[in-house]
C-alpha cells in the first residue's frame, strides 16, 4: 500500500460510520485526527516513512492534511512534488 491509502486507513480506524474527507481537507479542524489518537498517528508515520519525527519540535501545520504530510514525510512518493532536472537548472 501506499502511504496516502495507509494513512487514510488509520484515519478511519474502527468508526461505525464512514469519514468523508479528501487529501486536503484540514484533518484537525474536522476532528478526523484528536490529540488522543495523534501520538499513534505520529508512531504510523514514523513506521512508513522510516524517519524519526521529533514531537518536541514538530511543526503542527505538518499534520493538517494527508497532502501536507505527505510532502513532508514522504517526498519520493508525492506526485505533485515538482522535480529537478538537468535541464531545469541550465539556466544557472
Known amino acids: 500500500m501506499n502511504p496516502r491509502t495507509e494513512l487514510r486507513?488509520?484515519?478511519q480506524g474502527d468508526r461505525p460510520d464512514p469519514v468523508v474527507f479528501?487529501?486536503?481537507?484540514?484533518?484537525?479542524?474536522?476532528?478526523?485526527?484528536d490529540s488522543l489518537r495523534f501520538r499513534e498517528f505520529i508512531h504510523l508515520i514514523e513506521a512508513?516513512?522510516?524517519m524519526a519525527i521529533d514531537?518536541?519540535?514538530?511543526?503542527?501545520d505538518d499534520f493538517r492534511s494527508i497532502d501536507?504530510?505527505?510532502t513532508t514525510f514522504f517526498p519520493a512518493t508525492d506526485p505533485h512534488r515538482?522535480?529537478?532536472?538537468?535541464?531545469?537548472?541550465?539556466?544557472?
Open 48 to 50: 512508513l516513512s522510516g
Open 9 to 11: 486507513t488509520f484515519l
Open 55 to 60: 514531537v518536541e519540535n514538530l511543526n503542527i
Open 22 to 33: 479528501s487529501d486536503g481537507d484540514d484533518l484537525i479542524e474536522k476532528g478526523i485526527l
Open 68 to 70: 501536507r504530510i505527505v
Open 82 to 92: 515538482e522535480h529537478v532536472t538537468s535541464s531545469s537548472l541550465s539556466h544557472f
